[in-house]
């Protein structure tokens, strides 16, 4: 899941400054999870946008903005209350931000609602945490289904470094040093053997960007 905050209004009218007339799109997925681009979300920004005497002229929710069949098929609903707007607020991550600029149909202009800040998980009290980072060389199999490159602070393939102080990380003593919970896994799965292969250093080749995959 694509994790976003919400943007705060003052900077959000100043992307809009000109611009009376707002149509709003939000996402069916992540950013409804989020509290930042669900529909009772973009209900309240409307409501704060109205407050400061913009007009609203509609809004719409795609279930999935950033693939381009589902948005193109949403946005069609709602051409005629495009048309009659000045510009496009999106409330979503910068994947469906850009989705809807290029499946808009329209050259109307585009604004970001939501700031995007990590791909995380939810944990059971709905709070969010970053345990991947798209690397495109997944080491899980060997760290007990821990990431060292996103839950260790530096990163490291071979750990864990002589910072460590009985089980917390050097940069954050409140957090738990993630190659001590490698180390812990590792033992309960009786696979301690993988921790003497040394790995070698990350290939960030593979992380050179833009990157796609081919279907």
Not at 127 to 137: H, I, L, V, W
Request: with cysteine; aromatic share 4%; proline share 4%.
């Amino acid at each position: 899941m694509i994790i976003t905050k919400q943007k705060e209004l003052q900077e959000i009218l100043k992307f809009l400054e000109g611009q009376n007339k707002i149509f709003i799109v939000g996402c069916g997925e992540c950013s409804t999870t989020c509290k930042t681009g669900g529909e009772d979300d973009v209900k309240k920004v409307k409501d704060a946008l109205e407050k400061t005497g913009k007009a609203v002229t509609g809004y719409s929710i795609p279930t999935a903005p950033c693939v381009a069949a589902k948005v193109k098929l949403e946005l069609s609903k709602h051409r005629k209350e495009m048309e009659a707007a000045d510009g496009i607020l999106v409330m979503a991550c910068g994947l469906g931000i850009q989705s809807v600029k290029e499946n808009l149909r329209t050259d109307k202009p585009v604004h970001v609602g939501c700031d995007t800040l990590f791909m995380g998980a939810i944990d059971g009290k709905g709070e969010f945490y970053e345990k991947c980072s798209a690397c495109g060389d997944c080491v899980l199999e060997l760290t007990g289904m821990i990431c060292p490159i996103t839950r260790c602070p530096k990163g490291l393939l071979n750990g864990p470094c002589g910072g460590q102080d009985k089980g917390k990380c050097e940069v954050d003593k409140n957090m738990d040093c993630a190659w001590i919970l490698i180390y812990n896994e590792l033992k309960k799965q009786n696979k301690l053997h993988l921790l003497k292969e040394i790995q070698k250093p990350k290939d960030y080749a593979k992380m050179t960007k833009p990157r796609q995959r081919v279907a």
